[in-house]
């Protein structure tokens, strides 16, 4: 069954956000179901980020309790890396996943930790743009699809360093059709890879296969300067960029097989972050409403 | 070169300033060591060189957590050397750009390093060696996949893949723990303890042994170490062997027949004796 026949099975999500291992306990950061129940439009589901290493917190604890839906949103597993997929860790994942019941399994397709799977060996890093490593991501995809029985979708990771002769947008591209999958599209990720290369931040989009964009993450982020050399920190601040607005608007018009949009701000108060999800839920909205017009 | 080998190389630049510049003075001498193409090598130099210094914590935060990996050895060096420049040196050592690029355990790698000539103390201390053991044996334990399910032997005994046998200076044990005790009882936490210039508990000198077995618990996430009975320590440091030869063992440290027997069931009823596993284990053991 190829990915267009298989996504017919997916849930409509909507808007929801991100929260991983504690997240909930930084001071003042908003609390998921109480927004859930005073606000279901804005946080409709919960996207999971999971260490197996870690297990689940209280807060997804309660939320799956409650039966609200999620998706698993991985935090360590290196998928262009075949050893990193083992029978411990797939046992792990099925585990958990039993007990999120997530709509699909989602993550950076970039390198989560060095070396095995071990404490101090975590970071997160884009992978190398080539064609090689593209053929690598895709297996690693199609692996854990076929041993967890969940779809899986790629994120574009991100980064400060990009090495390799593809430009990040057409080595997706290349992931999502060897895998037959879809993407999970990071705007502030884009928008820090765009600036990096000295383009606007659409570029590339116009070839980018958007029909297979099923989940799109906003995320705020801050400008910082080393030595001269100017950089974003994808820090989930308060601030959305506006080249990562200009992104989101683009891709939410155009992205047919949209299921769910993260806002990942799960270190922030909601009263800060309310504007933020007043505009994402009123995108995407008018995108629903257009494509059904459509 | 694939595109792995290649960005192990980027995590090192990302750990040792030292390198990058190195990398980008003279690629050639730098790089000699490394099988990557003309074209990969561009990749490296067109970075910006300053996009690999962007987060220089980044090395704190993994000493950090090796620190609280070997809290008593790590105090030691710091007691010898009166600094911690020893410690990020780390950073810069074959150990940690092997450990990078052969895909290593950072805490094997890290317990090599403190093995190292350099980080010996000045004069000679036995108990600096065998305490660098023990927390090497602690981590190795906290990193092994326990309860695997695979084909086993049906007459080799194995010490239990829980359990790790020592045999050190007598009082190594009594002494670490004291050393433990103090940082684990400080205020500002056992990291910033391991750090401080403080003095320590020495080993009082002596020519007696003594077996350590550490066993880790999975329910809480935990070791016990243990001063073993000399017959008992012996006895376990025997294994691998098969049912008889353990039986002959209990048998010349004094158990009678039924005695041994009894021994050998009791230890593997205890879990601290296992079927040794036929199949090899994965990678990531």
């Known amino acids: 069954m190829d990915f267009f026949t298989r996504l017919s099975a997916l849930p409509m999500l909507g808007l929801g956000v991100s929260t991983e291992y504690g997240a909930i306990d930084s001071p003042g950061a908003l609390d998921p179901l109480r927004i859930h129940a005073q606000y279901p439009d804005y946080v409709a ?5 999971v260490e197996v290493s870690r297990g689940l917190d209280q807060l997804a604890g309660q939320w ?16 262009d890396e075949p050893e990193d997929l083992d029978q411990h860790w797939l046992a792990a994942v099925r585990a958990i996943a039993t007990r999120l019941k997530p709509a699909w399994l989602c993550g950076d397709a970039g390198l989560w930790h060095f070396g095995r799977r071990e404490r101090g060996h975590m970071l997160l890093l884009p992978p190398i743009l080539t064609a090689a490593s593209a053929q690598a991501q895709a297996g690693g995809i199609v692996q854990l699809r076929e041993a967890t029985g969940y779809e899986v979708f790629p994120e574009n990771p991100p980064g400060q360093l990009f090495l390799g002769d593809m430009p990040l947008l057409e080595y997706f591209a290349q992931v999502l059709e060897q895998a037959d999958t879809g993407m999970l599209l990071d705007c502030a990720h884009l928008a820090m890879y765009q600036r990096l290369q000295g383009h606007p931040p659409l570029h590339g989009l116009d070839n980018f296969p958007l029909d297979r964009v099923v989940e799109i993450h906003v995320a705020g982020g801050t400008l910082r300067e080393h030595e001269g050399f100017a950089w974003i920190d994808d820090d989930h601040s308060r601030h959305v960029l506006q080249d990562t607005w200009t992104i ?25 972050m309310r504007p933020g999800f007043r505009r994402l839920h009123r995108s995407l909205t008018q995108a629903r409403r257009g494509a059904q017009r459509a | 070169m694939s595109a792995l080998q290649l960005q192990r190389i980027v995590v090192r630049m990302l750990y040792d300033p ?27 130099l067109a970075t910006d060189q300053r996009s690999y210094m962007l987060d220089p914590l980044r090395p704190t935060r993994t000493l950090t957590a090796l620190i609280e990996e070997f809290p008593v050895a790590v105090h030691q060096v710091v007691q010898c050397n009166s600094s911690h420049a020893h410690l990020h040196a780390f950073f810069r050592s074959a150990s940690f750009h092997r450990c990078i690029q052969q895909r290593g355990s950072l805490a094997e790698a890290f317990s090599m390093y403190l093995l190292s000539e350099d980080l010996q103390p000045r004069p000679a201390d036995p ?3 065998q305490v660098v053991q023990l927390e090497t044996a602690l981590a190795q ?36 723990h004291a050393n433990l005790d103090r940082l684990q009882n400080d205020p500002d936490g056992l990291v910033a303890a391991a750090l401080k210039i403080t003095g320590m508990h020495t080993l009082q000198e002596t020519a007696a042994h003594e ?15 243990e001063v073993l009975p000399a017959a008992l320590g012996s006895l376990l440091a025997t294994a691998p062997a098969t049912r008889q030869v353990l039986r002959n063992t ?33 990678s990531c053991d």
């Open chain 2, 127 to 129: 108990l600096f060696t």
């Open chain 1, 45 to 49: 589901f919960l996207e999971v980020g």
């Open chain 2, 18 to 44: 030292a390198f990058v510049a190195q990398v980008f003075a003279d690629p050639e001498a730098a790089l000699q060591y490394e099988e990557l193409t003309a074209q990969e090598r561009s990749w490296l």
């Open chain 2, 211 to 225: 077996w350590l077995l550490a066993v880790w618990h999975a329910e809480t996430e935990s070791a016990t170490l």
């Open chain 2, 141 to 176: 334990l906290r990193r092994r996949p326990h309860g695997r399910t695979s084909t086993v032997s049906q007459d080799i005994l194995t010490l239990a893949s829980t359990a790790v046998l020592l045999h050190t200076t007598a009082g190594v044990l009594t002494c670490y």
């Open chain 1, 64 to 79: 799956v309790q409650q039966g609200l839906p999620t998706t698993y949103h991985f935090l360590d597993v290196n998928l």
């Open chain 2, 250 to 282: 209990a048998r010349s440290l004094g158990a009678d027949v039924e005695e041994a027997e009894d021994i050998i069931a009791g230890l593997l009823a205890d879990g601290l004796l296992a079927y040794a596993e036929l199949a090899p284990r994965s």
């Open chain 1, 248 to 272: 989101f608007t683009h891709v939410v018009e155009r992205a047919p097989q949209l299921r769910a949009v993260v806002f990942e701000c799960e270190r922030q108060a909601f009263e800060v």
